[in-house]
């Protein structure tokens, strides 16, 4: 009986063995999709991009983000910088993550209404998201045949709609200014921006100011500043004539529509306007309140615009008021000492910036939004106005006709203490980091 038991597992042995394989081939090739093991064949995610601009091959075109865009349709939006004479035919390649094809879309080329008469501008690129599939990655090419794996491939953002807004205002600022000296207004709008109720401020650097860079260190540490690089000067570089249109700014249009579409769903409303220049209510004492009372007598309005009203730099009310001690070892302008501005002229069209719910914005320009859903409205300049403070390079307005305009002092309060508290901060830092130095040379000199 031994033997014949043995034998009869010699015969059963090969079976069993394939009977294994088999059964842990199959195990294996259910596994597969869940435990998301990445086929040498895998197409996405290949080659994510991480640069905030990427120059594409060959088609004068330049990506700076992509999102989806479901407000109408399932749209993927690609904001991007293109040349207006020279705009190809361009197609999506999307990764579908339900099962791991290409599907490739011809896109639609949204060339921004407002040109500026420049040569390069904003665009989106829009492609239908194929039924089913689900892309979390694509690719802009302007053929349709091609290798993916040479592609560059955008993650696509916003693919998540939380309802649980992380900041009630977030400030867009437009390309920081390059060697900005001015580092007392630079203090002053960031301490303004706070107080008026601004839980994040957004900062396109295309390069900054070591002075001003010390303090910016501070706001990203406390979470208020998210710093996104913006080396736009490695790409286009325009003849002394086109850069320095006022209106390209370093492709300003295009940072600020990317700053809507990143903060659509993490921001309940977004607030567009440059470093020198501040919404300032003139009735309540925060963006919070103004809002909701402008909210609930305007349900259907998403788009708010604010005048610009504007206070030379060169004009001072007087330099004992508001001559802050600490204040003095800080270079710029001190923007509690300037209260006269310029009279807006009725019959011309000023310049405006804007408070934005971004849900309601499909493509927005500095002082207007060229496509959007829903009402707009002009805010009286007796809830709130634009304070704008720079130099002065109007001729046609003599220092005697400008009007006495103090609206700014009433925060004087909370923006000396803030603004001390932002220096004391910085002076702690340097001497602690002073005395750790000294510290460890004293140990040294004592080891030596
Ligand atoms: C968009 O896609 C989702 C799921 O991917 C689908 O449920 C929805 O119907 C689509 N919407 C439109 C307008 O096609
Ligand atoms: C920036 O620096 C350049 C050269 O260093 C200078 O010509 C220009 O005036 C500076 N701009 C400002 C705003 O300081
Ligand atoms: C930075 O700002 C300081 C202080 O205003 C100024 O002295 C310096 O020239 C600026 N540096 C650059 C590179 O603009
Ligand atoms: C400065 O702010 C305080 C407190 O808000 C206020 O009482 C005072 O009137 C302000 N000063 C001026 C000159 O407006």
């Keep these: 009986m ?267 409303y977004v607030v567009l306007n440059d470093i020198d220049e501040i919404i300032l209510p003139t009735k309540h004492l925060n963006w919070k309140t103004m809002m909701n009372s402008l909210e609930n007598q305007n349900p259907e309005t998403g788009i708010y615009f604010f005048e610009s009203h504007f206070f030379p730099q060169s004009v001072l009310s007087s330099i004992d008021r508001f001559n802050v001690p600490l204040w003095k070892t800080v270079p710029g302008v001190n923007i509690l000492q300037h209260i006269y501005k310029v009279p807006n002229r009725i019959w011309l069209n000023n310049p405006r910036k804007m408070i934005v719910n971004p849900r309601k914005v499909i493509q927005t320009s500095i002082h207007s939004v060229l496509k959007g859903y829903g009402r707009t409205m002009e805010v009286p300049k007796d809830i709130a106005i634009l304070y704008t403070c720079r130099a002065h390079n109007r001729k046609d307005i003599s220092d005697g006709y400008l009007i006495r305009d103090p609206a700014i002092w009433r925060f004087n309060a909370s923006l000396i203490s803030n603004v001390n508290e932002m220096l004391t901060k910085k002076m702690f830092y340097k001497s602690f980091k002073f005395t750790w130095k000294t510290l460890i040379k004293t140990i040294a000199s004592i080891l030596k």
């Excluded at 040479?150 to 600022?173: D, G, K, W």
């Excluded at 070591?210 to 570089?237: C, D, H, N, R």
């Design 2 to 268: 031994p033997r014949c038991r043995k034998r009869s597992i010699f015969v059963i042995s090969p079976f069993l063995i394939i009977l294994f394989v088999l059964c842990f081939e199959l195990h294996y090739w259910a596994m597969q999709p869940s435990n998301k093991v990445k086929w040498p064949t895998n197409p996405c995610p290949h080659k994510v991009v991480t640069d905030t601009i990427t120059a594409l091959k060959y088609s004068h075109t330049f990506i700076v983000s992509s999102y989806q865009d479901n407000r109408e349709q399932n749209l993927t939006r690609v904001i991007a910088i293109v040349n207006y004479k020279k705009v190809q035919d361009l197609y999506c390649w999307f990764c579908c993550s339900h099962n791991r094809r290409i599907s490739i879309i011809r896109a639609a080329v949204d060339i921004h209404s407002e040109r500026f008469e420049l040569p390069f501008g904003s665009a989106d690129i829009v492609c239908l998201e194929p039924q089913n599939c689900s892309p979390n990655y694509v690719s802009v090419h302007s053929s349709s045949k091609g290798n993916i794996e040479e592609l560059p491939q955008f993650e696509i953002r916003n693919r998540v709609h939380s309802t649980q807004f992380s900041a009630e205002f977030t400030v867009c600022l437009s390309v920081m200014v390059e060697n900005h000296s001015n580092v007392l207004q630079f203090l002053q709008s960031m301490e303004m921006y706070k107080i008026l109720g601004a839980q994040k401020v957004v900062i396109y650097m295309s390069s900054y100011n070591q002075s001003v860079e010390e303090f910016l260190k501070f706001y990203v540490a406390e979470g208020t500043v998210e710093i996104i690089p913006w080396p736009i000067t490695s790409y286009i570089k325009f003849s002394s004539f086109w850069s320095s249109s006022p209106q390209w700014h370093n492709g300003k249009t295009t940072v600020l529509n990317d700053c809507i579409y990143r903060n659509m769903y993490r921001s309940r």
